[in-house]
């Protein structure tokens, strides 16, 4: 099965950057969708961004657009989250995860992933 790695999280002032990356392995199609999601304490899992791997369309949450950009690498089947202009409520964990192509899906949601990494930590002081 799918197996996903993030890196990147770490604590950065509020209006600073960070990057984020997810290495997924054992991935035999390139017709798939990988999602940026976070869950803050005490708050339900949400939607940041999304990038299907074979065209590098992309959707965005509200709240990060203009700021977040969410990126294919050159290196097979990796995912990056560009975050600039970071704010406090931007803390949380965040998660990276995985679902093959489906037009019956509905990549905002939670359910329409397959495999989830095991979170990377991102805390924004003010």
């Known amino acids: 099965q799918v197996q996903l790695v993030e890196s990147g999280g770490g604590l950065v002032q509020a209006g600073g950057s960070l990057r984020l990356s997810c290495a997924a392995s054992?991935?035999?199609?390139?017709?798939?969708?990988m999602g940026w999601f976070r869950q803050a304490p005490g708050k339900e899992r949400e939607f940041v961004a999304r990038i299907r791997y074979r065209d590098s369309s992309s959707a965005y949450a509200e709240s990060v657009k203009g700021r977040f950009t969410i990126s294919r690498d050159n290196a097979e089947n990796t995912v990056n989250l560009q975050m600039n202009s970071l704010r406090p409520e931007d803390t949380a964990v965040y998660y990276c995860?995985?679902?093959?192509?489906?037009?019956?899906?509905?990549?905002?949601?939670?359910?329409?992933?397959?495999?989830w990494g095991q979170g990377t930590q991102v805390t924004v002081s003010s």
């Open positions: 995860a995985f679902a093959a192509w489906d037009l019956r899906r509905s990549y905002f949601n939670i359910g329409a992933y397959d495999y």
């Open positions: 054992w991935v035999t199609s390139y017709n798939y969708v």
